[in-house]
């Protein structure tokens, strides 16, 4: 077995850890101590390589995304109590923001709800109004944007 084999078996080895290990719910930084990594940055990188390779299902995200805010629960539950303590507010308030942004990202929440497009053609306004021109006559067509609140 040729070196660059020996290295490229090495990396695939370490990387099946690391995903054996983040479905575990272990965090980064213990997964990269686990693998002989200095940062749990290098771990991300990985999974971030990982997922991108295996394009996961639809179920394999669904736990992923399960278990992600599982954590969040966890780690968000540990940091209320540190809101009481003047010495450790600030930075609890900071990852607790933190936290909630990456929990809205990982379930959505971000997204605008409600959004309709309805896109009026010319030869559907020519009938409304009972043109008798040819749809050709009318020139261009219209969109209308709404957010749904008026329905």
Do not use: C
Request: charged share 30%.
């Amino acid at each position: 077995m040729s070196a660059a084999t020996a290295v490229d078996l090495d990396q695939a080895e370490k990387r099946a850890k690391i995903v054996e290990l983040a479905r575990q719910g272990q965090s980064y930084r213990t997964i990269a101590g686990a693998v002989g990594y200095a940062s749990p940055q290098s771990v991300a990188n990985r999974l971030r390589e990982h997922f991108d390779e295996i394009r996961p299902s639809t179920e394999v995200t669904e736990d992923l995304r399960s278990l992600q805010g599982e954590q969040i629960a966890l780690m968000l539950e540990k940091l209320w109590p540190m809101l009481d303590d003047a010495d450790l507010r600030l930075s609890a308030v900071d990852r607790i923001v933190k936290l909630h942004d990456r929990q809205a990202r990982l379930f959505g929440l971000d997204l605008q709800q409600g959004v309709r497009v309805t896109v009026v053609t010319a030869e559907a306004l020519a009938s409304y109004l009972g043109w008798d021109a040819e749809p050709e006559a009318i020139e261009g067509s219209a969109v209308e944007l709404t957010d749904g609140s008026n329905e």
